[in-house]
């Protein structure tokens, strides 16, 4: 594993208890050295499916994630993962959707060298 990356986690401005465990499950399960996390649920309070929501506010959520458990898995796949983790949070917590940028730290340095 690449160490040129120290971690770095970036919590949302909107720290709730939902994005909390999220950020625990990830750092615990995909041990990331960058996780940035970006709480976009005001953008969609006006949506049809979220007006009678009882989680309105950590319902949408934008994340960054470089890990090297990613190393070899394609994009689709490193999805996977993590959906797979945050399961319970889809199904029993209101979180509605996920926008995720997933990288490997190799394919972060490559892209700074370029």
Known sequence: ??????RQIYPSE???P?????????VENLKPSLLKVSND?????????????TNKKES??????VSDE???KSMPSRHRIVYQILDDEFK????????MK???????NKLANK
């Open 60 to 65: 949408h959520f934008t994340m960054e994630i």
């Open 41 to 53: 649920s005001a953008k969609h309070a006006h949506h049809a499916g979220v007006r009678n929501a």
């Open 70 to 72: 990613f190393i070899g």
């Open 102 to 108: 997933t990288k490997t730290v190799e394919e972060i």
């Open 14 to 16: 909107v720290d709730g």
């Open 1 to 6: 594993m690449s160490t040129s990356i120290k």
């Open 18 to 26: 939902i994005e909390r465990v999220m950020i625990t499950k990830i």
């Open 92 to 99: 029993t917590k209101g979180l509605h959707a996920l926008t």
